[in-house]
């Protein structure tokens, strides 16, 4: 087709163009800018799923092994202050829980975002941001579970503790109570009288008495442990150790019972034998205390009796003789009440008793007094035999040696049998001796002393006593008397030997006079002959021994 041929536009036509023209600019501006909002909103949505992916990924990091922590059965063998440990554990971690609620909430909202900007892989966004939801509600649950267990588990746990310390405050003052019984019981006690042996029984009664009520305190302390058996089987608590409050248990309790049950009838019949053996010890006692408390008077009262008669002037110097021997007859038949006393004493020792609060006398009291009774009766005796060998030695009345025992006696204050110096003295003054308090009365005492007490004694016998007197008031034919008596001994002999003086004179004397008697020279003597004629002359001042 040529050029003439085109036909130029008519202004309408141009208009047309003009007008598609410009609908073509727009139509182009306008997909222009739909690729830029496209691009931009790809752009938008790359940064979204990458936001998404990005905080996704720090989640799925935080929550890696949340679910095995929160599933831990670790509480079940906890102890009270490792609970209470978790317990503050899980707070924290329930407040990190709680922190990333946000970013739970982030997520979900980026892939609302991204599903509402049609994004191409939104199902891929929406299971990731499923999951994600899905395990958030499962790690609330189970954090809500464990804190519930948790808490439960503290609770049991402080009813335990509470328990263990109630059963730790009563466990200890009973086994201290057990530990004391168990002591008392195996105690060895030493008594001496029935009314100690009664009252060691009187407080074990007493005792016996607080067993039941020991026994319900035992089976309260018991009913705490069992309780805390009955929880930890109810609820599956897993006890770790042992009762911190105190190292005593049940077990222990049990035996120490049971022994403390074992020892009281062992208690029982130890003090039965101890009272037994009392009894007997009380009836030995009594035994021996009524003896012992006739004895000792009839032995005091013979004391004495021998005294007045020794010192009362009742007959001659025979009579006295005649009675103090009937008193000796009686006292050796007495003997055998003394040897019974002494089996009772032997028993009384055998049983180990010492004391005896029915008597005043002991077996060594009644054994004394027995030997100075004896001694006492044979030197009476003795003394009396003497004193009739003077008299008759020395041509003695009766009513001299009457007066001479007055005289004694009167000065003799405290019945002793014998003077002292002072009151021999005062004795001489009053029967007419000029002993005054000038020098030459003190050496005439002096002298006198010597010759009544030649050993310096300081105390004057009555034998001493008559010795002395008969000397100084014999008349001058009484050497003539001694003389004769000698005689008599002698045999009539004109000497005497130590042998007869020995036999025929009490022990002192004799040896007196054989210790003064010059030996016999005649032509008639025997080896050891003694001259008797010049001691009897002598003895009464005639001539120096």
């Not at 990731?128 to 809500?144: E, H, N, T, V, Y």
């Not at 020991?214 to 042992?242: C, F, P, S, W």
């Amino acid at each position: 087709m040529g050029i003439s041929s085109v036909t130029p536009p008519s202004w309408a036509v141009l208009k047309d163009v003009n007008n598609a023209w410009g609908n073509l600019e727009g139509a182009e501006k306008g997909y222009e800018e739909w690729l830029l909002n496209e691009i931009r909103r790809l752009e938008r949505l790359d940064h979204l799923a990458e936001k998404f992916r990005q905080k996704a990924a720090i989640h799925e990091a935080w929550t890696e092994g949340k679910e095995d922590l929160l599933q831990k059965r670790d509480y079940e063998t906890a102890s009270l202050s490792e609970i209470k440990a978790l317990l503050k554990k899980h707070e924290a971690f329930e407040s990190d829980l709680a922190a990333h609620q946000d970013r739970v909430e982030q997520i979900a909202a980026i892939a609302q975002e991204l599903n509402e900007l049609d994004y191409y892989d939104s199902p891929s966004v929406n299971a990731r941001c499923q999951r994600i939801c899905d395990q958030w509600d499962a790690l609330g649950a189970m954090s809500m579970k464990r804190a519930e267990a948790l808490q439960r588990t503290e609770k049991l746990l402080e009813t335990i503790d509470q328990l263990y310390l109630e059963f730790a405050k009563r466990a200890a003052p009973f086994n201290n109570w057990m530990e004391g019984a168990m002591e008392d019981l195996q105690d060895t006690f030493i008594v001496h009288t029935i009314e100690e042996i009664q009252g060691l029984s009187t407080a074990h009664e007493q005792f016996k008495a607080t067993l039941p009520e020991a026994d319900k305190e035992r089976l309260a302390i018991l009913g705490i442990h069992n309780e805390i058996a009955k929880i930890v089987q109810t609820y599956h608590v897993n006890m770790a150790g042992t009762n911190p409050y105190t190292t005593i248990n049940p077990q222990e309790i049990n035996a120490k019972w049971d022994k403390v049950r074992q020892l009281v009838p062992q208690r029982d019949q130890a003090l039965i034998e101890e009272h037994a053996r009392q009894q007997n010890n009380e009836r030995l006692r009594r035994q021996f205390a009524t003896q012992a408390n006739i004895i000792g008077p009839w032995i005091q009262t013979k004391m004495e009796e021998i005294g007045r008669i020794s010192i009362e002037m009742h007959g001659t110097l025979e009579d006295q003789l005649t009675h103090l021997r009937q008193y000796e007859k009686s006292i050796v038949n007495y003997k055998p009440k003394i040897d019974q006393l002494e089996g009772d004493h032997q028993l009384i020792q055998e049983a180990l008793i010492f004391d005896n609060k029915h008597t005043n006398y002991t077996m060594e009291h009644i054994r004394v007094g027995w030997e100075q009774l004896l001694t006492t009766i044979a030197r009476t005796i003795n003394e009396i035999e003497n004193q009739i060998l003077t008299r008759d030695a020395k041509g003695i009345s009766q009513e001299q040696l009457n007066e001479f025992r007055a005289s004694f006696n009167h000065f003799d204050r405290d019945h002793s049998g014998t003077l002292g110096a002072e009151e021999f003295k005062a004795c001489l003054i009053s029967l007419g001796f000029d002993i005054g308090n000038d020098a030459q009365g003190e050496n005439e005492f002096s002298r006198i002393m010597s010759i009544v007490d030649p050993n310096r004694m300081g105390i004057v016998t009555f034998q001493a006593f008559i010795d002395f007197m008969s000397r100084e008031t014999a008349d001058t034919d009484t050497a003539d008397q001694v003389l004769a008596s000698f005689k008599v001994l002698a045999g009539d002999k004109n000497y005497i030997l130590a042998d007869e003086l020995r036999r025929e004179l009490p022990p002192d004397q004799a040896e007196y006079c054989i210790a003064r008697m010059a030996p016999y020279t005649g032509p008639d003597g025997v080896p050891g002959a003694l001259d008797y004629m010049s001691f009897s002359t002598a003895l009464y001042g005639e001539s120096d021994l």
